[in-house]
């Protein structure tokens, strides 16, 4: 029987491509690594989206953001560019009716380096000095966009849209966990946040030392299979050895479970 493929994303970005491996005849389990919150107070992030065009662009940092966000947007101004990181999120606008035949839409020019740093090398620097910024996140989220667009004389603002949280460790989710360390698996990790979250679950499964470490050890036996650069880095340096790095978009992820043996 083919490896099972542990898709980790939250819930609300799982199924599509949860359909499109079963659809490979693989078999597939949602493990959601991230819970994606509402904030309990959106007076902030409707007061910042109350007059968009005050902005010549707003940069959403993920699918959450954008759905977060557009709870308070009636329509997409004209004029205002929209900056994102990859081809999730571009899907996210485009069910909220914002396509590039009605908006100015940026992202990497390389679809397979969809991260901030490739997002700032995309965009028109010298249009946007001097101007307002607004950048869409999560709490806690980096600041590397922030700092390069200052760096090139924008105005930007930061905006929280939603909050974000490791599950908990439930009696049912110790056991998924047992049960999935108990066999091989492609896991498609689509966040550090959540990579460590993870470890962190498995250090607290079993309250000695020694179980933790060996917790630990068995899922760094696992295979990885991640879209960015950034979060191969951060699975390597908690240890794994087995990581596929794909590329942004879940073709590049269905493309790599088909090569698997």
Not at 24 to 35: C, I, S
């Amino acid at each position: 029987m083919p490896d099972t493929v542990v898709i980790t994303r939250p819930l609300a970005q799982a199924g599509p491509l949860a359909e499109r491996v079963a659809a490979l005849g693989r078999p597939v389990e949602l493990l959601p690594l991230l819970e994606i919150h509402a904030l309990a107070d959106q007076a902030a992030l409707a007061l910042a989206l109350a007059d968009l065009r005050a902005y010549a662009m707003v940069a959403f940092v993920s699918p959450n953001a954008i759905d977060a966000a557009f709870a308070h947007i009636d329509a997409w101004p004209a004029g205002v560019t929209l900056a994102v990181l990859g081809e999730g999120s571009r899907a996210a606008l485009a069910a909220h009716g914002v396509t590039p035949a009605c908006a100015d839409i940026v992202s990497p020019h390389d679809a397979a380096r969809s991260d901030s740093e490739h997002l700032l090398e995309s965009l028109d620097l010298a249009r946007l000095r001097g101007r307002r910024v607004l950048i869409v996140r999560g709490d806690g989220g980096r600041e590397l966009m922030g700092e390069g667009l200052r760096r090139a004389g924008v105005e930007v603002r930061f905006v929280t849209a939603y909050r974000r949280a490791v599950p908990a460790l439930t009696p049912a989710l110790a056991a998924t966990l047992r049960r999935l360390l108990a066999q091989r698996n492609d896991w498609v990790i689509t966040s550090s946040e959540a990579l460590r979250g993870l470890m962190g679950l498995l250090a607290a499964l079993d309250g000695e030392a020694a179980g933790a470490q060996h917790n630990v050890a068995k899922m760094q036996q696992q295979h990885l299979i991640v879209p960015h650069a950034r979060i191969a880095q951060t699975a390597s340096d908690l240890g794994f050895t087995r990581l596929t790095l794909t590329g942004s978009g879940d073709e590049r992820v269905l493309a790599a479970l088909q090569s698997r043996p």
